[in-house]
């Protein structure tokens, strides 16, 4: 049965991807965006902090999913902290407000969160159920608990939202990787095709990936099966080393050596490019416990042939 979805911060390059596979497949969409929006659907300006017209739209609505939120891809400054926490909490919170007003509430909230709430680990694994909460790790730098922090900040404005009738389910996603011009993977398969992309720090750092379309997948099968609430792991079953996730990006673009590049060195680069080694030195090593539980199948379980459909993808794109 067609549904009608409201995607909050929908404009941006997953939410697109979602959105327009909501769409083919006969689902009324609607975009919360806090400015006009080329894409092809329905969209309504929002600030994501206040009520406004916006609200009419989530009445009779089936299902909101909330991707709002300030890109982490920056330095931490003071400023930027500021926006990344406030991005999330707000919205997070306004949403919760909007539902109460309701006569129709949707029946599901999809809210983002982030699967870099966990800690920095290489032995076991993280799931749902006995996954480590990180901030707590002795040996990593005192920046990376920001991350840890806001991803807290975040889910627990969406536990307090008293919205007794709609199912609220905490998206705990690790990297969603996509051929999209502008996205982590073409930014690493970028490394590669200019000769870098070789082992970064020690290379031993997990990482925690999912395909995008086995992330759009598992977003189905959330609004579908009504016994999910609560916190649930989007990532891949098979997270990597570093080493090891690069080498496969270079045997699938036939590269086979890549530079290396030192601790220190990456330092240099992000002060220069504006953004956090975190992002590739944390070793992320979540698995998704409630979905393979649930019998969720994946369709790219496996970096290696992940990854070769990723590249195949991108030569497509940029014909």
Known sequence: ??????????????????????????????????????????????????????????????????????????????????????????????????????????????????????????????????????????????????????????EETLTDADVSSTRKVALRSAIILSPDKGGIFDTLLSLVRFGLGGKAGSGKQFVSWIHYKDFIKSIYWLIENKEFDGIVNLASPNPLPFTKFMKDIRSAWERRLGLPATKFMLEIGAFFLRTETELILKSRKVVPGRLLDSDFSFDYPLWDTAVVDLVARWKTQKR
């Open 1 to 154: 049965m067609p549904l009608k979805i409201v995607i909050a911060g929908g404009s941006g390059q997953v939410g697109s991807m979602l959105a327009a596979s909501l769409d083919k497949n006969g689902h009324e969409v609607v975009i919360l965006s806090r400015s006009p929006s080329s894409n092809n659907f329905k969209t309504i300006q929002w600030d994501a902090e206040t009520l406004g017209k916006w609200v009419k739209e989530l009445d009779g609505s089936d299902v909101i999913i909330n991707m709002a939120g300030r890109s982490v891809n920056c330095r931490y400054t003071k400023k930027n902290r500021k926006l990344i926490l406030e991005s999330r909490v707000n919205s997070t919170k306004i949403i919760g407000k909007a539902i109460q007003t309701l006569k129709r509430p949707p029946f599901a909230w999809l809210q983002s969160s982030t699967a870099t709430i966990y800690a920095h680990t290489f032995d076991k694994a993280n799931d749902e159920a006995s996954g480590m909460i990180g901030g707590k790790e002795t040996g990593i730098p005192k920046k990376w608990n920001f991350s840890i922090k806001v991803a807290q900040a975040w």
